[in-house]
Nanobody, 123 residues
Framework: QVQLVESGGGLVQAGGSLRLSCAAS????????MGWFRQAPGKEREFIAA????????YYSVSMRGRSTISRDNAKNTVYLQMNNLKPEDTALYYC????????????????WGQGTQVTVSS
């Protein structure tokens, strides 16, 4: 079992930055591909970024590429999402996810989800 707890969300002005954190429980964190998703009201959950467990390869959605950076610290069982130049359309509930299979995570069907952290970007 893996439990995921997100933090770092909040209210920020357009153009600002936030760093989200996701703390994971479990001794096998380093074997999980980790990812971030978001869901805005009335919209489907959207993949943002993922980082592989073995070589740290990163993957980004078109919407956040160039404005976000995903990273992980296996010693701290934590994955981060640094977001810059935020826009009002980035307002959403941001979720952390984990799966040993990259394909399952990127397709939106990971084994584990966090509860989410709210990001609100004002114009």
């Amino acid at each position: 079992q893996v439990q995921l707890v997100e933090s770092g969300g909040g209210l920020v002005q357009a153009g600002g930055s936030l760093r989200l954190s996701c703390a994971a429980s479990g001794r096998t964190f380093s074997r999980y591909t980790m990812g971030w998703f978001r869901q805005a009201p009335g919209k489907e959950r959207e993949f943002i970024a993922a980082i592989s467990w073995n070589d740290g390869t990163t993957y980004y959605s078109v919407s956040m590429r160039g404005r976000s950076t995903i990273s992980r610290d296996n010693a701290k069982n934590t994955v981060y999402l640094q977001m810059n130049n935020l826009k009002p359309e980035d307002t959403a509930l941001y979720y952390c996810a984990a799966d040993m299979r990259l394909a399952m995570l990127r397709s939106g069907y990971p084994d584990y989800w966090g509860q989410g952290t709210q990001v609100t970007v004002s114009s």
